[in-house]
């Protein structure tokens, strides 16, 4: 007893709750918000004193004779939402842990719950108010809420998060990627305003494998009786009501005629949701995603994705990407491109990206960050996978652009991560039956000088298989695609889903010259021409739009820790090789 005591007082005086964020709160952007954003102060915190120094305290020295060794207030300021790697020149390589803090005033309202919404944070964030620990989140790139209704004071409150992006070796991901680790609240902050009992999350999508019936369900919070809840979507003239269980929640399934959403025709209904207290639109497409053989079936019709891979890197000014602004900047090349689907790799966007991309009638793949190699065989990696993957499906599960969840990016074949990627699997069929679940593979067996053979066992479990191969940049020359084929093991769609080659914008030689615009483009003509010969694919994703900054990309004077395998340069020139792809998008013969 008195050990257990004396543990809860060690950890009640490192401020330290361990406690998980609230079950998200589903259409943020729909709900009522006050925005976080903008200047907070921050302490960088090298070697992580704040913790035993209990920063969260926001302490000032009560007397001329009391030691406080930090001040909030005269620290420096760093924007948010944003990383700090481009903020602060002495940032740029920084891993580690930085505490920001937010003074702001709050009216209190009656009947009225709030929450404290962060977009994402890269990585491990703890979340303080008024110097209480509210609970802990790990994960850069989904998102998260703690309810403060009891926290939060009239007046004045401060807001603090320890942000630390030091790479862990059980993270997810691990240590090694092929991207930049930018670090901080990468993406917007606010308090979210709702009514006692409220429509926390629903999911409004066509039954699957049918385009006259709507599936679903409602989710209430705060709400211990049966109450009734309201489906709407006028334009379609449909209204139902429901009641839901003693647990808040209610399934549904009813007919419906709608006019589906597809990349020609991307129309969206708004959608009302109401319950006595709460009321929420949300714009949604109703669309029906199958996979039938080796073909990818939208709305009952064999389609093939023009697509592209992209990070979500801020063209021009760099770092992480977070404004709309951003986001039509990035679809709009795709677009520009030719593009019906977009790869957002390797986490996921914000949601900025694919609300546009519902409104833009761009497909999208969405993935989680389990890259390369991480730690297989830990239980809390996979639960922390697990709990990316959840999130990613919760915030976007009404999102009809929305096609794929991808679980992982090249790992290596070993039984320990098929074990942990087919509980992956079964978890997002769990979460979201209606769409398909793919993987980016890499791993082919050889069989013969020009026969590759993709047998990786992970693919028994997709619904569509992802194929990353660098013929001629890692492996082989750009020629040896005129000879190569490609053994599928499955009778599934498949989308190549990497290739391409690094060229820093206005290198020009000749085409067997590396590093060199037209050995690009070359390279994209040979591939092209590859992929024709496939009789399974389904679509293909270039590696990639817009070069990216990567620590692993250090040759002098033509990386400088760039990535140069966009299509387009840092600052949005177009290279060659966006003309050839552009031109296969739109030749006649292309495939549909
Ligand atoms: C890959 C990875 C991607 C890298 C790319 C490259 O296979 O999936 O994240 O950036 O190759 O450029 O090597």
């Not at 969260?56 to 004779?65: C, E, T, V």
């Not at 791993?443 to 990353?468: F, I, K, Q, S």
């Not at 085409?511 to 483009?521: I, K």
């Amino acid at each position: 007893m008195r050990r257990l005591l004396f543990l809860l007082v060690t950890l009640a005086s490192f401020g330290y709750a361990a406690a998980n964020p609230t079950t998200l709160i589903n259409n943020i952007p729909n709900r009522t918000t006050i925005s976080l954003n903008g200047p907070w102060q921050a302490i960088v915190d090298p070697y992580e004193t704040g913790l035993n120094a209990r920063f969260y305290l926001n302490a000032k020295p009560k007397d001329k004779r009391e030691l406080v060794e930090y001040d909030f207030d005269k620290s420096d300021v760093l924007n948010v939402p944003g990383d700090w790697n481009l903020q602060k020149k002495e940032l740029f390589f920084y891993e580690g842990p930085v505490w920001y803090k937010k003074s702001f005033s709050y009216r209190k309202r009656e009947h009225t719950r709030v929450f404290v919404y962060f977009g994402a944070a890269n990585y491990f964030t703890r979340v303080y108010l008024n110097g209480q620990a509210l609970g802990d989140h790990e994960g850069g790139f989904t998102p998260f809420n703690f309810e403060i209704t009891d926290e939060i004071r009239e007046g004045n409150n401060f807001l603090v998060a320890q942000v630390n992006n030091a790479r862990r070796r059980d993270g997810v991901p691990s240590v090694n990627t092929d991207w930049w680790n930018y670090g901080g609240l990468t993406r917007d902050v606010m308090l979210v305003e709702v009514p006692e009992t409220f429509i926390q999350d629903y999911f409004v999508q066509l039954a699957k494998g049918s385009s006259h019936e709507i599936s679903g369900w409602v989710q209430l919070s705060g709400s211990t009786s049966e109450q009734q809840v309201t489906v709407e979507i006028p334009e379609a003239a449909i209204k139902q009501s429901l009641t839901t269980d003693a647990a808040g929640r209610a399934e549904f399934r009813f007919p419906a005629k709608l006019e589906l959403w597809s990349p020609g025709n991307p129309k969206l209904y708004d959608v009302v949701l109401s319950n006595g207290s709460d009321k929420v639109h949300d714009s949604v497409g109703f669309r029906t995603i199958e996979a039938r053989g080796t073909q990818i079936l939208l709305n009952g019709k064999p389609i093939f994705l023009r697509g592209i891979a992209l990070h979500e890197e801020a063209p021009v000014r760099g770092g992480r990407a977070f404004s709309p602004e951003d986001a039509q900047t990035l679809l709009g090349w795709a677009r520009e491109l030719g593009c019906n689907f977009v790869r957002l790799t390797h986490y996921p966007h914000s949601e900025n990206m694919t609300r546009l991309a519902d409104r833009m009638g761009l497909l999208v793949w969405s993935e989680i960050p389990v890259y390369w190699d991480i730690d297989w065989e830990n239980l809390g990696t996979l639960q922390n996978a697990e709990n990316q993957l959840r999130d990613m499906i919760a915030r976007d599960h009404n999102r009809a652009s929305v096609i794929f969840w991808s679980l992982s990016n090249e790992t290596p074949v070993k039984p320990a991560r098929l074990t942990f990627l087919r509980q992956l699997a079964d978890r997002a069929r769990q979460l979201d039956a209606s769409r398909l679940i793919t993987s980016a593979l890499n791993h082919v067996d050889e069989a013969g000088p020009d026969t590759r053979v993709l047998n990786d066992p992970l693919g028994e479990y997709l619904d569509v298989l992802g194929l990353n191969e660098y013929l001629g940049w890692y492996w082989g020359r750009s020629e040896d695609a005129d000879r190569m084929q490609w053994k599928i093991a499955w009778d599934k769609p498949l989308i190549m889903s990497e290739f391409g080659a690094d060229s820093p914008y206005g290198k020009h030689g000749d085409a067997d010259e590396r590093w060199t615009e037209e050995y690009q483009a070359n390279l994209y003509q040979h591939q092209l021409k590859m992929l024709k010969k496939i009789p399974s694919l389904a679509g293909l994703s270039p590696w990639v739009l817009m070069d990216f900054h990567s620590p692993r990309r250090l040759l002098p004077g033509t990386q400088d820790y760039y990535n140069r395998k966009g299509l387009v340069s840092n600052l949005g020139q177009h290279k060659q090789a966006f003309n050839v792809l552009q031109e296969f998008y739109r030749a006649a013969d292309a495939p549909k």
